[in-house]
């Protein structure tokens, strides 16, 4: 090269370089052409600085051309010195880079992960995070629930005529309510509400062993009896999403108050019973005090106090019955089936006042004061007294009962006389014969004009008889019988004597007779089932 160069620094941090070729018109002229043979490729590329990537790792030497066209290689001298030297770059690789490890999960007090902290991704959709569980119920915001109290019916049974079944109709319950309660009401005052609700005067009344709750009728019923059983409703009641918080409690009608005397004196206690029901219900026999017949017989108003009271006095204790056993009772004496009812007994004695003032307009009233109307309601077999086995006489017979009135002559009788009365009374008996036999072909009543015949002289028992008994009444004499004739009859003779031993009398109530009674006696379970059985089926042939 003939190209100078001169080394001209400005200063001691820069170099100052200057270029090759000359851009004045006095360094060549027009016609001359620059030549770069001269000129080392390595060098030149080392000047050409056009990216920091180019630019080598180490620069050893600097150039900087001179005016006489020599080269002089300049050492390079970092200004810092040579301690601080630029750090070796990592190669960079190629590829997907390396998934970083997963870090544990560590256990902490809160169950929080750290801020920094990630875990690996897996593929698919996210799992949902479940909804976190209140830890008490107080922490849950407040709501209202609505409550309808619901009392169950008993159901209608009809009796089937001619044979038929029983037609049994079923009574939706009685609804009371619904009333909105808050959810902080505690048990004992849910129990408060409920008996407000139903109209009670105490909880006690309550028959909380039959509570039952449900949201609709498909649902299953919970039982609703003590504290466990309303935090589990409550719970329900929080976990549901319907905005409407309704239930049901089901419960069996209250337990009434007893108003008798002895329960007013026990002072601030509470006597409780059950609902009343029918004594009878379900038996075949039909004859029980809340009977549709009975029912219709003792209706009642305030006109009847006047013949109930005139019943009492007239059959007042020790006036119209002897037997000692009665000696405490209105009692009144049914002669002929010799049965005894106790007419103090307001029920009974209003049924039959009852009677005594529908049959006042009847042309022939059949019963009367002294005429009671056997076999219906209370008057039924099944509800006479028990009596001594030799009742005495009583001592003030009803005008209508059986008499024997004896002639007792004062002065002596002729014996003409004596046979005239004995040939009168002879030709009685032949016509009534004659006139029982001809009821019996022609099924007229007594007599071809209703109307008994009557002796007029000294009437006879069967006459009497007569008198006394309707025809609506048992049939008489004939179907009762003792209790041997009854043992005969259904094959009993074997116990005969542990019936006299207990008083039985055929056609008596054993419904509710003690089970330690019978079992004193000797009877044992299956011997007094026929007895029962047997008992059943001859009160059923009373049956008017």
Known sequence: ??????????DDSEWNYKPLISSSPQAHSPGSEISLAGFDEEEFRLRRASS?????????????????????????????????VLAEQPKRLRGR???AKPQTATTLQDDVLPAGSSTQKRRGRP?????????????SPPYTFSTAFLVLQKDTVTRGRGGKAAKVTKNPPKMYGPVNLPSATTWDSF????????????????????????????????????????????????????????????????????????????????????????????????????????????????????????????????????????????????????????????????????????????PVPSVDITRIPIGEGWFAASHSLKTSKKPAVTSEPSSMAETSIVVGPSAPVNNALALQLASLNAAQTQMQMMLSMGRMQSGIGQGFLNIPFEAPFAP??????????????????ETIISLN????????????????????????????????????????????????????AYRASLKV
């Open 52 to 84: 920091i990537e180019s630019i080598p790792e180490t620069i050893q030497a600097s150039h900087q051309p001179c005016h006489d066209g020599g080269v002089e290689f300049i050492a390079y001298e970092h200004p810092h010195g040579d301690s601080d």
């Open 97 to 99: 880079p390396p998934k």
């Open 485 to 536: 004739e009854f043992c005969t009859k259904y094959r009993l003779t074997a116990v005969e004597a542990r019936l006299i031993k207990i008083e039985f009398e055929p056609g008596d109530n054993l419904t509710d007779y003690p089970q330690e009674d019978w079992l004193k006696a000797g009877f044992t379970k299956l011997s007094w089932d026929r007895v029962v059985k047997s008992n059943k």
């Open 191 to 362: 129990l408060s509400n409920a008996a407000q609700q139903v109209r009670v005067q105490d909880t006690r009344q309550l028959r909380i062993d039959t509570f039952q709750w449900y949201f609709t009728k498909r649902d299953i019923k919970f039982p609703l009896q003590d504290n466990n059983h309303y935090t589990h409703l409550l719970t329900r009641l929080e976990a549901r999403k319907r905005q409407e918080k309704l239930i049901y409690v089901e419960m069996e009608p209250p337990l009434e108050v007893s108003n008798t005397i002895s329960a007013m004196t026990m002072g601030s206690s509470l006597v409780l019973v059950a609902p009343r029901t029918d004594e009878y219900e379900g038996d075949s026999d039909d004859i029980g005090p809340m009977s549709k017949k009975a029912s219709a017989t003792a209706k009642l108003d305030d006109n009847l106090e006047s013949i109930v009271s005139e019943i009492k006095a007239r059959y007042a204790p020790g006036k119209a019955c002897n037997d000692p056993k009665h000696a405490s009772l209105c009692c009144f004496v049914h002669v002929v089936t010799s049965q005894h009812f106790d007419v103090g007994y307001r029920a009974r004695a209003l049924q039959w006042a009852g009677k005594i003032r529908r049959e006042q307009e009847m």
């Open 460 to 477: 006879s028992a069967s006459s009497s008889h007569a008198h006394n008994i309707r025809s609506s009444s048992p049939p008489i004499p």
């Open 1 to 10: 090269m003939h190209e100078d160069a001169t080394n001209d620094q400005s």
């Open 127 to 139: 799992r949902k995070t479940p909804a976190a569980i209140p830890k008490s119920r107080s922490l």
